[in-house]
């Protein structure tokens, strides 16, 4: 557990492992996992008016306005509280950043460096219990009963933008836009860079992070 509170941004491409990460991350020692894509995705199941605003644009790899991604997010950062938390997806340009950071004082930045040839391999057999966001991928984290989920045993979908050609389109975007915010942040110099083809392989190497930098 955390001795002290501390917040982190998670950054890496789809499906490098954000969402897996910080499941095991706030597993072990405590810490509330804050996933944009979960929230909108949530959002989009119960019809709200953020769901219906987001829905077209994540079912075309684009990013949602700002504004509403913006506004969103530190809502549920102020719901959060005065607890650790890891923040998946979010800030995603500078735009997001340099709102974020007006708000929060951010204590690390995690980039997860996955080729992106493993990815498009790995987002073919993800599927998803879309009310929670609990991940499953067939061959690596095989849902106990195949194509329920674990805890509810509701059906299991395939996400909307794991087609391959949205799958695509998000790697280039990735690209285009996060390079500056990693940029930005390592000015800052808060980035920590994690490489490799697994995640059992890099979490050793996020583990000694974890304990040396923000348990100090
Ligand atoms: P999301 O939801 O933030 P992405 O594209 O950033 O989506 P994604 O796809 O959720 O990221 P991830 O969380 O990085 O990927 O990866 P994951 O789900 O943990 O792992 C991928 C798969 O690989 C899983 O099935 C997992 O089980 C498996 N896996 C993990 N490790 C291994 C391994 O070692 N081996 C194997 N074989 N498998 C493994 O954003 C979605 C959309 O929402 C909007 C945008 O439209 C975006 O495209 N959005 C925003 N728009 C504007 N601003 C923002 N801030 C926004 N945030 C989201
Ligand atoms: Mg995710």
């Known amino acids: ?12 491409a789809p499906g490098s492992g954000k969402g897996t990460i910080s499941e095991l991350i706030c597993k072990n020692h405590g810490c509330v996992h804050i996933s ?39 809502a549920r950062i102020t719901e959060v509280g005065n607890r650790s938390y890891i923040l998946d997806g979010f800030p995603r340009n500078i735009a997001q950043a340099e709102a974020l950071s007006a708000r929060e004082q951010i204590d690390a930045v995690i980039t997860l460096d996955v080729p992106h040839s493993v990815i498009i391999d790995r987002v073919k057999n993800r599927w998803i219990h ?29 996400r909307e933008d794991d087609k391959p050609h949205v799958v695509a389109k998000r790697l280039e975007l990735y690209d285009e ?35 040396d930098r923000i348990n100090a």
């Open 177 to 211: 836009v996060m390079s500056p915010v990693i940029a930005w942040y390592e000015k800052k110099g808060l980035v920590a860079t994690f490489k490799g083809k697994k995640t059992k392989e890099i979490w050793p190497m996020m583990e000694l992070f974890l304990n």
């Open 130 to 158: 879309a009310p929670s966001g609990r991940v499953y991928n067939i061959g690596f984290k095989n849902p106990k009963v195949p194509g329920k989920d674990d805890v509810t045993g509701e059906p299991l979908i395939q």
């Open 36 to 74: 944009t894509g979960d929230i909108l995705r949530q959002n989009i199941i119960k019809n709200t008016e953020l769901g219906k605003k987001a829905k077209q644009y994540i079912a075309e790899g684009k990013l949602v306005p700002d504004a509403i991604v913006t506004k969103t997010m530190l």
């Open 1 to 12: 557990m955390y001795t002290k509170i501390f917040r982190a941004v998670i950054i890496g």
